[in-house]
């Protein structure tokens, strides 16, 4: 049971958490004198519960759905198949994800009187993400979209710097953008291979709504926003001049792209721009922290 709860948990998709809560440590740390590490430590763990969380429901429902019976499993998208292989382990799963939301609930309300109401509007926001995303958010192709990239990009980052920092920052503002495009591409990419599996089961993504070439559209129309905040942000001093070394793996999410938009979207193609999105989604958001810290 054990083990099926851990693959549950999605251990590998936990690394973008961390990440999004070091670029709201760089934008903390070049703005305030004087940063606390046990509030960062304690932002890192909410955020990763968080991420925990939803991850955890997600299971759940889809097991109880039977989506997670109908897809093909690959690293990157199809869930777990933890409970496919356990289903005794369900009801853990589901404490679980309710026991994960309890303690981030514990720690927002530590950050509430800690930091102020400042941080109530991230965490309102959030734990509507984490209750609604599945059974509600991926009815609605847009809002389904765009909600894994507010929760790793405004919500994580923003929230990290609000924590450490006690005010809002227009830098760490801009700067979750980057994570916003990037996620929100990550998560679109890694729906197509359980496209037919997601419409069996009523589900209403973007690209069951519209088509998966306008979803390679999409892809392609972000990658370039994601690009081109990047270069805004150098051009306004928002972000140092290093932060350039950015558009080096964003190269990779243009590769994926044109990958796609040229060998289309069949699962044996498809596979290896998933990895391939995955690390510039990574590198692109580690390289601007880096760039941000010691630019």
């Not at 083990?3 to 990440?19: A, D, E, I, K, Y």
């Not at 909600?147 to 609000?162: D, E, K, N, Q, R």
Request: proline content about 4%.
């Amino acid at each position: 049971m054990l083990h099926s709860f851990v693959r549950s948990m999605r251990v590998p998709f936990l690394v973008l958490t961390p990440v999004s809560v070091f670029l709201g440590y760089a934008t903390a740390l070049v703005s305030s004198l004087r940063i606390s590490y046990t509030d960062l430590l304690l932002a890192l763990v909410g955020a990763l519960l968080a991420h925990i969380s939803v991850n955890l429901f997600n299971e759940y429902h889809d097991f109880k759905s039977g989506l997670d019976a109908k897809t093909i499993k690959t690293p990157f998208s199809g869930g777990s198949g933890g409970l496919v292989a356990n289903p005794q382990a369900a009801q853990a799963v589901l404490y679980g994800a309710v026991g994960s939301l309890l303690v981030t609930l514990i720690i927002g309300l530590w950050f509430l009187f800690s930091v102020g109401l400042l941080i109530l509007p991230l965490g309102i926001i959030g734990v509507l993400i984490i209750l609604t995303y599945t059974q509600w958010l991926n009815q609605h192709p847009i809002l389904c979209l765009m909600a894994p990239g507010i929760g790793f990009g405004p919500l994580i980052v923003m929230g990290t710097h609000v924590v450490l920092t006690g005010e809002y920052s227009i830098q760490a503002g801009i700067v979750s953008l980057v994570p916003f495009f990037l996620v929100n591409n990550l998560l679109l990419l890694n729906q197509y291979p359980d496209i037919a599996a997601d419409r069996s089961v009523g589900r209403r993504h973007f690209s069951i709504v519209y088509g998966e070439r306008k979803g390679i559209m999409l892809y392609g129309n972000t990658v370039m926003a994601t690009c081109g905040v990047i270069v805004l942000g150098i051009l306004t001093g928002m972000f140092p001049e290093l932060s350039i070394v950015c558009l080096f793996p964003m190269g990779i999410a243009v590769m994926v792209f044109f990958g796609i938009a040229r060998h289309g979207t069949s699962l044996g193609r498809l596979l290896p721009y998933l990895g391939m999105n995955v690390g510039a989604t990574l590198l692109t958001s580690v390289f601007l922290g880096l760039s941000i810290i010691y630019g």
